[in-house]
Each structure stands twice: as structure tokens, then as C-alpha cells.
């Protein structure tokens, strides 16, 4: 398994690199069509979730086009939440690097702010370790709750592709919001307001 940098430890979570010991409840959500609602894949059966777990075990994350995938879990007790993954844009040229932030939850863990402090700690990680000069987030415009989360992150709306995609049988429009590297810095008693001193 490749090494990389992990996002630091907020006040609630802790975000670590998966393991085989991840499928199982990594399948329990994958498989939920309310899980793959605003996503471009369909539920995921077993076996498409066992070649995910592997991928993400063997990945590395040290040119452009890499995945930084990270499950997301309680500090205090154990528990998978879900995940969220920070990618290395291809279109990134020399020490100047670009990016985008997805993520998922298992359903009892939406709506708590979980995602928003993940999202906090992988912005940490590619701003302030990993030297990222933009992030980008992809969403379905539907998709109001992670719409939510990155505008608390303070990331700006950019762009409405309108019926975009043509996706599980309907079109549908996508949102980009993103941030850049001297706002996260502008903001960073905001942004960084979840970590403890």
C-alpha cells in the first residue's frame, strides 16, 4: 500500500485509509439506491464494492489523475460514517495542483455536519499540506445537502451545466462550486474552526 498524507483529526472524526475490514458496511450504504441517487453509478453490488475496497487499499496518490480515498469514522468510538475522496486533476501542470472533493454517508450519519467537517479536513490536507492552488466540487444541482456543505466551506458557486448529463433515464443538470487556495487562507478561522488547538 502506497503512503500518503491523511487529513488531520477534527473534533469528531477521523479520517484514515480503508481496509478489507471497511467492506462490509461500505456495502450496507453502497447498495441503497437513496445512496446512489445523485451519483453517476448505480447501487453497488458486493463484488463492485470489493474491486472499490481493493482499489482504494492499493492507490497512491502522487501524480495527476490519483484518488486520495479516506473512510471517515468517529475519534471517539469506532464506526464507519462513510467516505471522501480528494483527486488530483490531470489538467494540473507543474507544483501548481488542482482538485476535486466528493463524498458519502451512511443515512445516519447525513445531516449531522459530519460532511462538512470531513470536507474541512481534505481541504486542510490539499491546501495547507499538499500545496493545491483550487478545489472543485461536481454535484447533481438536486443535490441540495451537499450544495449546503460547500457553501459552508465557503467554496463558490461557479457554474450551472444545464441537463448536462443524460443519467438513469432523465437529464440532469450539474453544480461546481470550488475554492482557491488564497481564499481558504482568507478564511481559515472559519474553515478550520472543527480542528482542536
Same mark, same amino acid.
Request: hydrophobic share 40%.
Given at each position: 500500500?502506497?503512503?500518503?498524507?491523511?487529513?488531520?483529526?477534527?473534533?469528531?472524526?477521523?479520517?484514515?485509509?480503508?481496509?478489507?475490514?471497511?467492506?462490509?458496511?461500505?456495502?450496507?450504504?453502497?447498495? %441503497?439506491?437513496?445512496?446512489?441517487?445523485? %451519483?453517476?453509478?448505480?447501487?453497488?453490488?458486493?463484488?463492485?464494492?470489493?474491486?472499490?475496497?481493493?482499489?482504494?487499499?492499493?492507490?497512491?496518490?502522487?501524480?495527476?489523475?490519483?484518488?486520495?480515498?479516506?473512510?471517515?469514522?468517529?475519534?471517539?468510538?469506532?464506526?464507519?460514517?462513510?467516505?471522501?475522496?480528494?483527486?488530483?486533476?490531470?489538467?494540473?501542470?507543474?507544483?501548481? @495542483?488542482?482538485?476535486?472533493?466528493?463524498?458519502?454517508?451512511?443515512?445516519?450519519?447525513?445531516?449531522?455536519?459530519?460532511?462538512?467537517?470531513?470536507?474541512?479536513?481534505?481541504?486542510?490536507?490539499?491546501?495547507?499540506?499538499?500545496?493545491?492552488?483550487?478545489?472543485?466540487?461536481?454535484?447533481?444541482?438536486?443535490?441540495?445537502?451537499?450544495?449546503?456543505?460547500?457553501?459552508?466551506?465557503?467554496?463558490?458557486?461557479?457554474?450551472?451545466?444545464?441537463?448536462?448529463?443524460?443519467?438513469?433515464?432523465?437529464?440532469?443538470?450539474?453544480?461546481?462550486?470550488?475554492?482557491?487556495? @488564497?481564499?481558504?487562507?482568507?478564511?481559515?478561522?472559519?474553515?478550520?474552526?472543527?480542528?482542536?488547538?
Amino acid at each position: 500500500m502506497a503512503e500518503y498524507p491523511l487529513p488531520p483529526t477534527t473534533e469528531r472524526l477521523k479520517l484514515r485509509r480503508f481496509t478489507g475490514a471497511d467492506l462490509d458496511p461500505f456495502f450496507a450504504y453502497q447498495s %441503497l439506491p437513496e445512496t446512489a441517487r445523485y %451519483l453517476l453509478n448505480e447501487p453497488r453490488t458486493y463484488t463492485e464494492c470489493m474491486a472499490r475496497i481493493a482499489m482504494y487499499v492499493d492507490s497512491s496518490f502522487d501524480k495527476p489523475g490519483d484518488w486520495a480515498s479516506f473512510a471517515i469514522e468517529r475519534a471517539d468510538t469506532p464506526g464507519f460514517l462513510g467516505e471522501i475522496a480528494l483527486k488530483w486533476d490531470l489538467s494540473a501542470e507543474g507544483a501548481s @495542483k488542482t482538485g476535486e472533493i466528493g463524498w458519502t454517508l451512511i443515512p445516519d450519519a447525513r445531516g449531522k455536519g459530519f460532511a462538512t467537517e470531513a470536507a474541512a479536513a481534505v481541504l486542510e490536507l490539499a491546501f495547507g499540506k499538499l500545496n493545491f492552488h483550487r478545489v472543485q466540487a461536481r454535484l447533481d444541482e438536486r443535490n441540495t445537502a451537499s450544495a449546503a456543505v460547500c457553501e459552508r466551506l465557503g467554496m463558490r458557486r461557479e457554474a450551472l451545466l444545464a441537463e448536462n448529463y443524460f443519467l438513469k433515464g432523465e437529464w440532469t443538470s450539474e453544480l461546481i462550486y470550488a475554492l482557491l487556495i @488564497k481564499d481558504w487562507r482568507q478564511s481559515g478561522a472559519a474553515t478550520r474552526r472543527a480542528f482542536p488547538a
